[in-house]
């Protein structure tokens, strides 16, 4: 068996969950990385564990319509094909597996064996194991679940693909990207997040700054934070938001819906800082403060 693996760059490397979707997929046998795109193909080269790269350099924007007639076209030689959970990979595997007549099997937590895989249902309350008779078997992985392969090492092959002709129904029309020296919110080691309890926007920086600095963490969100305003779309955490592992976890000023908690309750310490004893965030919690963030998160800051 040989695995396909879209994989993502960004800022010059390989990103890490496109490498724990690389690991994933060496379960299955060989694996060979697709990357779109000018960039790239040395760094994903020299990948731990590829066999070959299949370099598309015209296909800059991964807009999913040529993507997945692209992957489409390559499905035959490949028994899996596999992405990490992220924007891309949600945005092209559906349609691929619309196009093949597949079944796509989405957040991908444990691989069985070839056929067997489970994933987490209703919003991470239960977790279902799931049997695909398909015969290129299509999936997204959740970067959380297993440890990305090292960025250095391998010396795959470079193959460089044409694009398939562009059908003319979605174009590129502009990037909006957020720019952080930040860790990614999906792998970082530590992340500090704010919910409702912040009260404005301004509360994230001159608060949950001090504290991300000093722990080298990303900065997550409540999506009732989001929606406030306080903080950007892309740092809500949860079940419609990003779905988070880190080593600690420090929820302040949220509640813990269960929408929350569907994207960050496998953090491995979760220590909550909340006004309210009652609040559904300390029944995850390792270890709590009942108080006011106003004054915990100064004093943290400057105790750190
Ligand atoms: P609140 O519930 O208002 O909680 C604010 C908390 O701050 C309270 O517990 C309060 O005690 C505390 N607080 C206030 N002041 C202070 C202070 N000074 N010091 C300390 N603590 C203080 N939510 C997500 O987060 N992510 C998702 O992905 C998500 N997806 C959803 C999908 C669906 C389909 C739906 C229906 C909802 C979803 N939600 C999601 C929303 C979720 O149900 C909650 O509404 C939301 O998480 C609440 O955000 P919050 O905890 O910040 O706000």
Redesign the pocket.
């Given at each position: 068996m040989t695995a396909l693996v879209l994989i993502e760059i960004e800022n010059g490397r390989v990103r890490q969950a496109s490498r724990s979707a690389i690991a994933a997929a060496s379960r299955f046998g060989e694996v060979d990385a697709l990357l779109l795109g000018e960039a790239g193909a040395e760094v994903a080269a020299r990948l731990s564990g590829i066999r070959k790269v299949l370099h598309v350099p015209a296909l800059k924007h991964a807009l999913a319509e040529p993507a997945a007639a692209l992957l489409a076209g390559l499905a035959g030689s490949y028994s899996h094909i596999l992405s990490a959970a992220s924007s891309t990979g949600k945005n092209i595997l559906p349609r691929l597996a619309g196009l093949l007549d597949a079944q796509p099997i989405s957040d991908v937590v444990t691989i069985q064996d070839e056929s067997t895989f489970v994933r987490p249902i209703y919003?991470g309350n239960a977790l279902a194991t799931v049997q695909s008779s398909d015969s290129v078997r299509i999936m997204t992985i959740r970067s959380s679940s297993f440890d990305p392969v090292a960025e250095d090492g391998g010396s795959a092959s470079v193959e460089v693909l044409d694009a398939p002709a562009n059908e003319g129904k979605s174009s590129f029309v502009k990037l909006d990207q957020s720019q952080s020296d930040r860790p990614e919110l999906e792998v970082a080691r530590v992340v500090i997040s704010?919910?409702?309890?912040l009260?404005d926007a301004s509360n994230f920086h001159t608060l949950l700054e001090p504290v991300a600095d000093k722990l080298g963490a990303a900065i997550g969100?409540?999506?009732?934070?989001?929606d406030s305003g306080f903080a950007p779309n892309e740092m809500?955490?949860?079940?419609?938001?990003k779905v988070v592992a880190p080593e600690l976890y420090i929820a302040?000023?949220?509640?813990?819906?269960?929408?929350?908690l569907?994207?960050m309750k496998d953090s491995r310490v979760i220590v909550a800082?909340?006004?309210?004893p009652e609040?559904p965030?300390f029944k995850v919690a390792d270890y709590g403060m009942v108080?006011?963030?106003?004054e915990?998160l100064p004093a943290l800051a400057k105790a750190l």
């Amino acid at each position: 068996m040989t695995a396909l693996v879209l994989i993502e760059i960004e800022n010059g490397r390989v990103r890490q969950a496109s490498r724990s979707a690389i690991a994933a997929a060496s379960r299955f046998g060989e694996v060979d990385a697709l990357l779109l795109g000018e960039a790239g193909a040395e760094v994903a080269a020299r990948l731990s564990g590829i066999r070959k790269v299949l370099h598309v350099p015209a296909l800059k924007h991964a807009l999913a319509e040529p993507a997945a007639a692209l992957l489409a076209g390559l499905a035959g030689s490949y028994s899996h094909i596999l992405s990490a959970a992220s924007s891309t990979g949600k945005n092209i595997l559906p349609r691929l597996a619309g196009l093949l007549d597949a079944q796509p099997i989405s957040d991908v937590v444990t691989i069985q064996d070839e056929s067997t895989f489970v994933r987490p249902i209703y919003a991470g309350n239960a977790l279902a194991t799931v049997q695909s008779s398909d015969s290129v078997r299509i999936m997204t992985i959740r970067s959380s679940s297993f440890d990305p392969v090292a960025e250095d090492g391998g010396s795959a092959s470079v193959e460089v693909l044409d694009a398939p002709a562009n059908e003319g129904k979605s174009s590129f029309v502009k990037l909006d990207q957020s720019q952080s020296d930040r860790p990614e919110l999906e792998v970082a080691r530590v992340v500090i997040s704010g919910g409702k309890g912040l009260k404005d926007a301004s509360n994230f920086h001159t608060l949950l700054e001090p504290v991300a600095d000093k722990l080298g963490a990303a900065i997550g969100a409540s999506r009732a934070a989001v929606d406030s305003g306080f903080a950007p779309n892309e740092m809500q955490v949860g079940q419609t938001g990003k779905v988070v592992a880190p080593e600690l976890y420090i929820a302040t000023g949220l509640s813990g819906a269960i929408q929350h908690l569907a994207g960050m309750k496998d953090s491995r310490v979760i220590v909550a800082i909340n006004l309210d004893p009652e609040a559904p965030i300390f029944k995850v919690a390792d270890y709590g403060m009942v108080g006011d963030l106003f004054e915990i998160l100064p004093a943290l800051a400057k105790a750190l």
